[in-house]
């Protein structure tokens, strides 16, 4: 497969034995994904993010461009090895976390099959994912829509979830 580029959200709201507290692990997650066959293009500013749900404790939450030649199931194959690596356990839905790692968009477009589903089914209606997207690809398409994530963002409304301050260490 020729190279292609991918959108992943990074989150957590866990501290990590090794890492510390969450916006430590989102960054040291970042350089975890970036591997021989995984180029890191670009990532966007840790943002502090109430939790939905049942999660708790509030998030840090970051978007990152990679170019790889991995297949969509090769990629994610790889994602859910750094969250095991960095001790995520299966859980309830919406629990806490200490790494959620998530493929948002492809430049190929779809992809639903073998249990991943790209673009991410609920992407849209998330700021938590919206605002660092916009920061790092605001001019990518979203291959359902055809909406770019800044005209997804301003659709979402200016009433965000997320605060625009960096997360603090």
């Known amino acids: 497969m ?69 297949s969509p199931p090769e990629l994610l194959r790889r994602l859910k090895a750094v969250e095991r690596n960095f001790g995520r356990r299966r859980g309830r839905r919406w629990g806490p976390r200490v790494l959620d790692l998530d493929i948002i968009l492809w430049s190929g477009g779809c992809w639903d099959e073998a249990g991943i589903a790209i673009p991410h089914r609920q992407f849209r209606e998330r700021s938590f994912v919206l605002q660092p997207l916009v920061e790092v690809a605001p001019d990518w398409r979203d291959p359902i829509t055809g909406a770019t994530v800044r005209q997804l963002r301003h659709r979402h409304g200016k009433a965000s979830q997320v605060d625009p301050r960096p997360a603090r260490s």
């Open 2 to 70: 020729p190279p292609t580029s991918y959108a992943i959200a990074l989150g957590s709201n866990r501290r990590h034995g090794r890492h510390g507290d969450p916006r430590h692990v989102v960054a040291a997650a970042a350089k975890a994904v970036a591997a021989s066959d995984v180029k890191v293009e670009r990532l966007s500013r840790i943002r502090a993010t109430p939790a939905m749900g049942p999660a708790g404790r509030s998030f840090a939450n970051a978007v990152l461009i990679a170019t790889t030649s991995l």
